[in-house]
Nanobody, 120 residues
Framework: QVQLVESGGGLVQAGGSLRLSCTAS????????IEWYRQAPGKQRELVAT???????NYADSVKGRFTISRDNAKNTVYLQMNSLEPEDTAVYYC??????????????WGQGTQVTVSS
């Protein structure tokens, strides 16, 4: 069984930094694209950043220049370094990974989410 576990959320003042981690556990063949999403209260879930299996990266315009996504394939982990945080970044952050099991087509798995709160 595949699980994604996020960590690193918390409370930080505006202008501060946090680093989120998302680690995949279980038995699987490969991890393809990994994405970070966030959902603020009363708002739809939005895509924040994407990193492909060959490290192609995309960011939402709202976080470009402030957030950095990276992955460590040896550790089955993706990171989201968040700098210059703003109160508008307050949300629950989720990772989603497209994972292929042995002899099973790839599908998306979600983590449970980690709360990020930025105070003004």
């Amino acid at each position: 069984q595949v699980q994604l576990v996020e960590s690193g959320g918390g409370l930080v003042q505006a202008g501060g930094s946090l680093r989120l981690s998302c680690t995949a556990s279980g038995t699987f063949f490969s991890i393809n694209a990994i994405e970070w999403y966030r959902q603020a209260p009363g708002k739809q879930r939005e895509l924040v950043a994407t990193i492909s299996s060959d490290a192609k990266i995309n960011y939402a315009d709202s976080v470009k220049g402030r957030f950095t996504i990276s992955r460590d394939n040896a550790k089955n982990t993706v990171y989201l370094q968040m700098n210059s945080l703003e109160p508008e970044d307050t949300a629950v952050y989720y990772c989603k990974a497209n994972i292929e099991l042995f002899l099973v087509p790839a599908r998306d798995y979600w983590g449970q989410g980690t709360q990020v709160t930025v105070s003004s």
